[in-house]
Nanobody, 127 residues
Framework: QVQLVESGGGLVQPGGSLRVSCAAS????????VAWFRRAPGKEREAVLC????????YYSAPAKGRFTAARDNAKNTVYLQMNNLKPEDTADYYC????????????????????WGQGIQVNVSS
């Protein structure tokens, strides 16, 4: 079955850290551009960061700069979103998306037509 599955969400206190995983099955994630998005309650989907395949670079959108990083584990066919110094405004459902035809992340990656989407994982930042 071809799918992306997020895991690792949950409740974390402000200032804490959390790592969310995105595991692929049925295809090789290493050859896919991967992006992370989030949607807070009552708000539109927001871009977080994008991981290119052509040069290994990562494009960080405003919510992620200085606090979030991403990494690939090709042996596990998984990508990770590491979130540090979390704030209550980071509370949202987080989604990963992947596409085999895209190679490089540009500032408009929010609008790419991704072939695969995960189901989302909830992250709640609260004391």
């Amino acid at each position: 079955q071809v799918q992306l599955v997020e895991s690792g969400g949950g409740l974390v206190q402000p200032g804490g850290s959390l790592r969310v995983s995105c595991a692929a099955s049925g295809f090789t994630l290493e050859h896919h551009l991967v992006a992370w998005f989030r949607r807070a309650p009552g708000k539109e989907r927001e871009a977080v960061l994008c991981m290119s395949t052509s040069d290994g670079s990562t494009y960080y959108s405003a919510p992620a700069k200085g606090r979030f990083t991403a990494a690939r584990d090709n042996a596990k066919n998984t990508v990770y979103l590491q979130m540090n110094n979390l704030k209550p405004e980071d509370t949202a459902d987080y989604y990963c998306a992947a596409d085999p035809g895209l190679r490089l992340c540009w500032s408009d990656y929010h609008f790419y037509d991704y072939e695969y989407w995960g189901q989302g994982i909830q992250v709640n930042v609260s004391s």
